[in-house]
């Protein structure tokens, strides 16, 4: 099993859209998660860190779910300029290595 | 803007020579790292640094080494370039630790012929 798994898309939708993508991680010690954006031939950039209670950021809301062991990430409102790789990123705790762990992506291309 | 460049920004080399990329950062970080991207592997970690002259191994080292004799400058040399190295490489610094949100460079892309 992959550390992190992501469904890599594409998503394609239409502005105006709701999206949500999902994210599993296999290790339960776990403790920091965040989503990343990336645009095409850039480098990543933070979109946001995910707390335990869930957190939102104007259009965007973070979930975790650690008996799961799943993270989401909800788009509200799709704009075209949100059209990027979505990239969902674990820690591996300190006594274990110590580093961050990011998925492959989920590609999301939104159409006007 | 965490103050991340990187040089060369493209560089084509030929198999078998050395290529060093640089990273520089303006705000006195400790942590640093570089990773290599490449399509149906996302971020591999190559080197970290958690300090001048204290530098270790990531998932995917072989054939890299590292450098870091000032705090705000991160080198990695490819000591012998392959094919198979051709990537883009991003640096990446963290405030707060390993285990927290880290910001990137602009990357460099090589190419090995």
């Known amino acids: 099993r992959k550390e992190v798994e992501q469904d890599p898309g594409p998503f394609n939708v239409p502005e105006g859209a709701t999206v949500a993508f999902n994210c599993t991680y296999s290790n339960s010690a776990s403790q920091s998660f965040f989503w990343y954006r990336q645009d095409c031939r850039k480098e990543p950039k933070l979109l946001m860190s995910?707390?335990?209670s869930g957190n939102e950021d104007g259009r965007f809301t973070a979930q975790l779910n650690r008996a799961s062991q799943y993270i989401s990430l909800l788009i509200r409102d799709s704009k075209l300029s949100d059209s990027a790789t979505y990239l969902c990123v674990v820690n591996i705790p300190y006594n274990q290595g110590g580093k961050l762990i990011f998925g492959q992506g989920t590609e999301l291309s939104v159409k006007p | 803007d965490a103050g991340i460049t990187q040089s060369p920004r493209h560089k084509v080399t030929e198999t078998g020579t050395p290529v060093t990329l640089r990273c520089h950062q303006t705000e006195n970080h400790r942590y640093m790292y570089w990773y290599r991207q490449d399509p149906g592997h996302g971020l591999r970690l190559i080197h970290y640094s958690y300090g001048v002259k204290d530098t270790d191994k990531g998932e995917v080292s072989d054939g890299y080494s590292v450098s870091r004799s000032k705090t705000e400058d991160f080198l990695l040399t490819l000591e012998s370039a392959t094919s198979s190295q051709t990537s883009v490489y991003f640096c990446?610094?963290?405030?707060?630790?390993?285990?927290?949100?880290?910001?990137f460079g602009p990357g460099t892309r090589l190419t090995v012929t």
């Open positions: 995910v707390y335990s």
């Open positions: 990446a610094i963290s405030v707060r630790g390993v285990s927290y949100e880290q910001y």
